[in-house]
């Protein structure tokens, strides 16, 4: 697995991580321990080292006494951004955290918060079906040495192909919620999927067929070599497609096109 700089203080991860929700939480369904284990284990062998999870609980688990990357995860309206970075600075001075980030954050917020404490990682929503972090995020990113942690790199799901409008989703999915999810709106976006799906058999993953999931994210990290995405899975061999996007290799000509209009 070929490994990533996040931001310019030293974070290093590998380029494909894993995000941890979907496990138990959001999705409508959930697996056994022992499964979890098994995957969670079959991605260190395999070569991740970057792991998307909840703080306390998840330390207690770890066996671990500090936090290797501490986001404040959404900005408190009602707390001063500058007082949140000046409490992560005392963490980080105390050893009890290496490096700080951020999630959904503004772009006047991340410059008041990194002034105080410099951030190595923002994670935003970015994938090919929602872009707008490329309008005024990645630039700033790119600007103050800051490194971007894409979650839902796959579209919640749809970009896998997996979806039609169709397709039933389980009364405690929280997608259920989500206007992109409405059956209207992903017969729409079906074409969308189909080009995909059409693009990646002219490419090769692993002396495979690449996949439209592995087109998805091999797009996202073709476009900053300081992007590291964050794909969550309970399959093994979704794992291993996840994995596998890091071998596709896309042209310039290929990241350049532009996708929402084929």
Same mark, same amino acid.
């Given at each position: 697995?070929?490994?990533?700089?996040?931001?310019?203080?030293?974070?290093?991860?590998?380029?494909?991580?894993?995000?941890?929700?979907?496990?138990?939480?959001?999705?409508?369904?959930?697996?056994?321990?022992?499964?979890?284990?098994?995957?969670?284990?079959?991605?260190?062998?395999?070569?991740?080292?970057?792991? $998307?999870?909840?703080?306390?609980?998840?330390?207690?688990?770890?066996?671990?006494?500090?936090?290797?990357?501490?986001?404040?995860?959404?900005?408190?309206?009602?707390?001063?951004?500058? $007082?949140? &970075?000046?409490?992560?600075?005392?963490?980080?001075?105390?050893?009890?955290?290496?490096?700080?980030?951020?999630?959904?954050?503004?772009?006047?917020?991340?410059?008041?918060?990194?002034?105080?404490?410099?951030?190595?990682?923002?994670?935003?929503?970015?994938?090919?079906?929602?872009?707008?972090?490329? $309008?005024?995020?990645?630039?700033?990113?790119?600007?103050?040495?800051?490194?971007?942690?894409?979650?839902?790199?796959?579209?919640?799901?749809?970009?896998?192909?997996?979806?039609?409008?169709?397709?039933?989703?389980?009364?405690?999915?929280f997608r259920q919620n989500s206007p992109r999810f409405s059956s209207e709106a992903?017969?729409?976006?079906?074409?969308?999927?189909?080009?995909?799906?059409?693009?990646?058999?002219?490419?090769? &993953?692993?002396?495979?067929? &690449?996949?439209?999931?592995?087109? &998805?994210?091999?797009?996202?990290?073709?476009?900053?070599?300081?992007?590291?995405?964050?794909?969550?899975?309970?399959?093994?061999?979704?794992?291993?497609?996840?994995?596998?996007?890091?071998?596709?290799?896309?042209?310039?000509?290929?990241?350049?096109? $532009?996708y929402r209009r084929g």
């Amino acid at each position: 697995m070929k490994t990533r700089k996040l931001g310019s203080n030293g974070l290093e991860v590998s380029a494909i991580g894993f995000g941890c929700m979907g496990l138990n939480f959001s999705y409508g369904h959930s697996i056994g321990k022992e499964d979890s284990i098994s995957l969670l284990r079959a991605a260190v062998e395999k070569g991740i080292t970057f792991f $998307d999870t909840a703080v306390e609980g998840s330390l207690k688990r770890l066996g671990t006494d500090y936090i290797d990357l501490l986001y404040q995860h959404r900005v408190d309206p009602n707390v001063p951004i500058e $007082d949140v &970075a000046g409490t992560v600075k005392d963490l980080i001075t105390e050893g009890k955290v290496k490096y700080f980030g951020l999630s959904e954050a503004g772009a006047n917020t991340i410059r008041k918060a990194h002034a105080v404490q410099p951030i190595s990682a923002l994670q935003n929503e970015y994938s090919l079906w929602f872009r707008k972090p490329e $309008d005024e995020i990645i630039p700033l990113l790119e600007e103050l040495g800051i490194g971007l942690v894409p979650y839902s790199p796959l579209g919640k799901g749809f970009l896998t192909g997996a979806f039609d409008e169709n397709t039933k989703l389980e009364a405690n999915d929280f997608r259920q919620n989500s206007p992109r999810f409405s059956s209207e709106a992903r017969k729409a976006n079906l074409a969308f999927v189909q080009l995909l799906k059409g693009f990646a058999s002219a490419k090769n &993953a692993t002396r495979m067929p &690449a996949t439209p999931a592995q087109i &998805a994210l091999s797009w996202l990290l073709a476009q900053k070599p300081w992007i590291s995405p964050i794909p969550g899975t309970t399959k093994l061999h979704r794992l291993e497609e996840n994995i596998g996007a890091a071998s596709v290799e896309l042209t310039a000509q290929e990241c350049c096109r $532009d996708y929402r209009r084929g």
